[in-house]
């Protein structure tokens, strides 16, 4: 059974340089410390590796931060084995805060809106931005992930998202009832391109 981590949580906040014992997997978000953790890992405090045994359990998560059993998930989709093709969108995207829909293009072909009880989030393209926006950050790209993914399908955007992270490239990735939408700034998006082609994604 999973232990209650949000005593474990706080453990952690109160002291960061304890973290580095933790592992999580980016897939299902399990917390827990690492199974190599020795018995005295803090000068100042000597009760800490027991304290992080009582509040986690011991994880253990692959190269690409996957625990054990969304591994398994993973392996039985025979992911490694699909070859996941991604298309280029035309034109420049702006991330935006809005205040209402007011002022929204729905008749583009891209239009990403999100909200929640303390914000509406707009992704459009450059070109229709509204100019009621609270904030906003241009210059980014976007590649669609082709072909309905399906929602058992773990592990897509999480494997892209790691091997864009490993080379510095920032991502913002927005989901759909479809697909997947991966958004890279302007300046990176080539690169991240590269990358991604490097790795047996086919980009079109
Ligand atoms: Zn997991």
């Not at 999480?158 to 300046?187: C, G, P, R």
Request: neutral net charge; glycine residues 6%; charged residues 25%.
């Amino acid at each position: 059974m999973r232990k209650r981590n949000d005593t474990g949580d706080h453990y952690l906040q109160m002291y960061p340089e304890l973290k580095k014992w933790i592992n999580q997997c980016i897939i299902c978000q399990a917390t827990g410390y690492k199974p190599e953790m020795p018995e005295h890992i803090s000068r100042e405090f000597s009760m800490a590796a027991q304290n992080i045994k009582g509040y986690f359990n011991p994880i253990y998560v692959n190269e690409l931060n996957i625990c054990v059993q969304c591994e398994k998930i993973v392996a039985s989709k025979q992911l490694g084995d699909i070859k996941m093709e991604l298309q280029k969108i035309i034109g420049d995207f702006s991330v935006c805060k809005i205040s209402n829909i007011d002022q929204v293009d729905f008749t583009r072909e891209f239009v990403f809106l999100s909200k929640t009880s303390d914000e509406i989030s707009l992704v459009c393209e450059t070109n229709c931005v509204p100019s009621n926006i609270i904030a906003v950050e241009h210059g980014w790209k976007a590649l669609k992930i082709s072909g309905i993914l399906d929602f058992g399908m773990v592990g897509v955007i999480a494997k892209i998202s790691k091997l864009l992270a490993e080379s510095e490239i920032a991502v913002f990735v927005i989901s759909t009832y479809n697909t997947d939408y991966i958004l890279l700034k302007t300046e990176s998006f080539d690169n991240g391109v590269k990358v991604l082609m490097h790795n047996g994604y086919v980009i079109k």
